[in-house]
């Protein structure tokens, strides 16, 4: 049985790999033909996301909900970012986390996005146009508007929350104990892009404070997260997911924020101007996390 499922297991990641890799890279007569496939390989390599699973209620003897930020500044963190430049250039598969969220919203692929992260004020591709993109009038569009004359696009700057100026991304998910199991697990439950409020991007003085820009409930989005390629810088030929990535949460984060008594507050609100007490604040909550299952076999 366990060869059976090992086997099962192999040749899921193996239709996987072959999706995601530079297909028909080495057969190709010219360029045009790297990741043409035919139609028995796109049949092939339909792969869904590994399902979840049901879990009880009752099977769960304790869970903690936590807030997290994932800054791409780190290196283990670039596979999020990169790349910031959508011009095909370097791939077609390849894309920043940000650009493939954009895209099939816009598509429509992924519908579940909310203006706060407790997921109770739905917003439309239309609603997050104000959000991402601002425009103010030049100085010779003001000297037109009070002259009297007509004012044209041309006469307004835009600016755009673009894939460059992602630089964090927030997450919310549940650590839980599931004694049926025996185990602790995690489950990610939103995400969000992190970018300078629009409106200050106008003003080159103004404090560039990171915000969550909308939310995404994640498991609508796993699907369209699962047919995108992550690079390996180990192994090109072997790319991995988004939805891969995420779920076996390859990368490092500093929780901001839990579930308590006073209404989920984040840890900068009762720890005051002190980074560094604020950041062990974080290790503590993650080592009382951490350390609950093995405390489960020890009392």
């Known amino acids: 049985m366990k060869n059976t499922l090992s086997t099962v297991l192999s040749l899921v990641l193996l239709g996987l790999n072959t999706v995601l890799a530079q297909t028909n890279l080495l057969n190709a007569k010219v360029p045009q033909e790297v990741g043409v496939l035919n139609e028995q390989q796109i049949s092939a390599n339909q792969v869904a996301p590994i399902e979840y699973g049901y879990v009880d209620d009752r099977d769960i003897i304790w869970a ?13 963190n670039f596979p999020y970012y990169y790349p910031t430049k959508n011009n095909g250039y370097l791939s077609r598969d390849r894309q ?15 519908t579940e996005v909310y203006a706060t992260d407790y997921f109770n004020q739905k917003l439309s591709f239309e609603d997050l146009k104000p959000i991402l993109e601002y425009s103010v009038l030049t100085e010779d569009g003001r000297t037109k508007a009070n002259s009297g004359e ?6 307004y700057d835009t600016y755009i929350v673009d ?10 998910g549940t650590w839980y104990f599931d004694k049926r199991l025996g185990e602790l697990r995690y489950r990610l439950l939103g ?13 080159a003085s103004a404090e560039k404070v990171i915000i969550p820009l909308f939310w995404i409930w994640f498991p ?3 699907e369209t997260l699962n047919k995108q390629s992550v690079f390996n810088s180990k192994n090109s030929s072997q790319p991995v997911t988004f939805d ?28 005051y101007e002190d980074a560094l007490r604020q950041l062990l604040e974080s290790e503590r909550i993650k080592s009382l996390i951490r350390d609950f299952e093995q ?4 009392n």
């Open 64 to 76: 903690k909900t936590i807030w997290e930020i994932i800054d791409l500044d780190e290196r283990i």
């Open 163 to 172: 894939s460059f100026k992602v630089v964090q991304y927030f997450i919310k």
């Open 244 to 271: 891969m990535m995420l779920n076996s949460r390859r990368f490092n984060s500093i929780i901001y924020k839990e579930e308590n008594v006073y209404e989920d507050r984040e840890v900068k609100e009762y720890i």
């Open 220 to 222: 609508d989005a796993r």
């Open 191 to 203: 995400i969000a892009p992190g970018a300078p409020d629009v409106s200050t991007l106008a003003d």
């Open 295 to 298: 405390d489960m076999w020890n």
């Open 96 to 110: 920043s986390l940000f650009r493939v969220l954009m895209d099939n919203i816009e598509a429509g692929n992924i």
């Open 150 to 155: 007509e004012v044209t696009e041309n006469d």
